[in-house]
């Protein structure tokens, strides 16, 4: 399980050889042997008995901000290997083999993403033709990113750049369509967010940084070498690379949660900049729903696993390649 204390005044402490939750809904004793990772966000505490019990099951400990982004971890050092990786990672991020490599991921992203604007489809049945038009929009840049050629990143990233953002425009979009007509907005908007959506989006996608970088950590991979995002100064731009073909859960969860009219304004608070922020009951809501999500059990490559157990094996493949490099 993922503990997560997100709710101001609770605390994790140490009881016996045990985690003890304790909240305004009382207190709960859970076993480290079910807990994956800890969560806290801001006015949630933890106590250092807890933090080295953490340490001591190899349990990571994530720090995150109100937008739900990665402030700081604890894990434990015997994770990875990461000398050895390393040496592999900077060969690797300079290679042709790298090309292939982000070419792969984008054309992977492109493809979630007509599979989940057909997935919403289906309910709606009158957008059929304009999501089959908006789909072939989108096949053409995947065979664009196809066709691009270059020694290194560096020679074709520009290029990969317009077309992710392109396709993204067009994506979003369409995705709007899907939201009643109060919740539709006209452009993607982050930090800050200008909508509810967007907030929700944002939220989320911090929370998916998290695990992503997490699993490099465990893998024994540098999360500050990047292979396309490479120019963000302290900045874990691998993250950046490989949370793009896992951004689509993130969507399906916070539109399913939109469409179904589960966030109301008590979720949500607008600041006199007119910007939007998720408060305590919306953030709630969006951990439990995302969490729970990415527990479940689907087949990727006949390997029927959690999704986030297949963001750890995709860390894993990647570490194991970058090391015999």
Known sequence: MNLVLHTYGAALTKDNEAFM???????????????????????????????????????????????????????ASRYGSISTIRKGQLEFSRSKAAVDWI???LQSKFENQEALLWAFTASVPEMNSRIEHTVKRMQ????????????????????LRGYEGSVSKIYFA??????PEEYRFSQRSQHPAMDIVNAMLNYGY?????????????????????????????????????????????????????????ISEE??????????????????????????????????????RSRSTHIDLFCQNFAQRLKNY
């Open 206 to 262: 911090g929370m998916l940084y998290g695990k992503v970088e997490g699993a490099l950590i465990r893998a024994g991979i540098d999360p500050y070498i990047g292979i396309l995002h490479r120019d963000e100064y302290n900045r874990p731009v691998l993250v950046y690379d490989v949370i793009e073909q896992y951004r689509h859960w993130v969507d399906y969860v916070v539109y399913s949660l939109v469409i179904q009219r589960v």
């Open 140 to 159: 053409k840049y995947r065979i664009k990113v196809s066709e691009l050629q270059g020694d290194t990143v560096s020679d074709i990233a520009d290029s």
């Open 103 to 105: 070419k792969s991921l």
């Open 267 to 304: 979720c949500y608070s607008v600041r006199t900049d007119r910007s939007v922020w998720l408060e305590g009951l919306g953030r709630r809501i969006l951990i439990q729903s995302l969490n729970d999500y990415l527990a479940e059990i689907i087949k990727i490559k006949s390997l029927e």
């Open 174 to 179: 369409q995705m709007n369509g899907f939201l």
């Open 21 to 75: 939750v304790v909240s305004k809904e009382g207190k709960q004793r859970v076993p480290p042997a079910d807990v994956r990772t800890i969560t806290i966000t801001r006015g949630a505490q933890i106590s250092s008995d807890a933090v080295l019990l953490a340490i001591e099951n190899e349990i990571e400990v994530l720090f995150v901000d109100n937008s739900g982004k990665p402030a700081g971890r604890i894990w």
